[in-house]
């Protein structure tokens, strides 16, 4: 009988420490892969000027931006220093258009089909009174435009 000698443990061994290289070599390839997120959008950036229509109406007219798409914002409109609650707006807010925010009352004024009614929920607007625009962009659940005062 033949007595075994070390040379067949060195194999043996170089296989181990391939494998266990491999693996290592594999956890940080993951590892640096799994730590990659896709690119976050950004929100549209807009600037928006307030004109006051009369003692019951003011608009938001879009200057100068991105283009706000449809069904992809909402706005707000409270008294300052009230919680803003949020409509959902189905229309596209471009440069040059105009949105008007006016109560129910508002007598003689040609309105487009961006506007909202703030006696539909909102607050009822009175001459004196100072309110917030809120206009929230959907896709990145990021505020354009947060507490912008106007005074009626």
């Known amino acids: 009988m033949q007595k075994r000698g070390k040379k067949g443990v060195s194999p043996v061994i170089g296989v181990i420490l391939m494998v266990a ?16 997120t896709p690119p976050t959008a950004t929100p549209p950036s807009v600037s928006i000027t307030f004109q006051v229509v009369n003692n019951s109406c003011f608009k938001l007219v ?3 931006g991105d283009t706000l798409m449809e069904d992809e914002w909402q706005i707000a409109v409270c008294k300052a220093g009230k919680n803003p609650t949020y409509a959902n707006v189905s229309a596209t ?12 009352t ?11 009614n703030t006696t539909a929920g909102g607050p009822a607007l009175a001459p004196g ?8 962009h959907l896709p990145t659940n990021s505020l354009i435009l947060s507490g912008k005062r106007v005074t009626l």
């Open 21 to 36: 290289a491999t693996i290592v070599i594999a956890a940080v390839v993951m590892a640096m892969l799994g730590g990659f």
């Open 62 to 64: 879009h200057s100068s």
């Open 93 to 104: 807010f471009k440069v040059g258009d105009a949105f008007y925010v006016y109560a129910e």
């Open 106 to 116: 508002t007598t003689g004024l040609t309105c487009s089909d961006l506007s909202i």
């Open 129 to 136: 009174n100072t309110y917030e625009v809120y206009l929230k």
